[in-house]
């Protein structure tokens, strides 16, 4: 995929470890222009995203109880280009089959220690602007970014996002895609 003059736009959501969803916003009014003569959209072209602790390190997860159990954690993200509608629950996440979905991901964890640990920590991308052969193009004035995160971690659990964008004018296929792809 052609990068040209690519730039980073980063962000961050603390879930609580409640089980509950919660939204961050990304302003993007500065990089997304719908005006009729010089319309440009963003177009990203990769997401990352780090799982750590208030330092900056691996989080912990609970002691799992005892010797022969396990104590299993998991953290969701998503990032959309619309809000979750109204009617979602608390602790429901944005979906791949909604068409507002840009990314999601997911880390889960076990611990088998009797104390609080690292454990160890699987990562899966389920989908990112990577993954697709154009990145992902919008032009939308603003990014929800959503986490949740469960009981499980013996800590606060940070999300951070980092992504790699750039901006392109908008012509008519662009328009078109745009029109396709996105609510």
Known sequence: MPKSETFLLRGQVIPGNSQTRIEAEVDLGSYVNLGIAKGTALRVHSVQVQICDSLGTVPTISASGGTGTTKGAFVNTAITT???????????????NQDYVMFTSSITGQ????????????????IAPQ?????????????????????????????????ECSIEK???STAVSLSLSQT
Do not use: K
């Open 111 to 126: 611990n088998g220690n009797d104390d609080a640990d690292q454990g160890i920590l699987t990562h899966d991308l389920d």
């Open 82 to 96: 619309a809000q979750v509608p109204a009617s979602f629950d608390a602790a429901e996440m944005p979906q791949l």
């Open 170 to 172: 908008i012509t008519q």
């Open 131 to 163: 993954h697709l052969s154009q990145g992902y193009l919008l032009a939308v004035d603003t990014l929800y970014m959503y986490a949740i995160a469960d009981d499980a971690w013996s800590e606060a659990v940070y999300v951070n996002f980092c992504l």
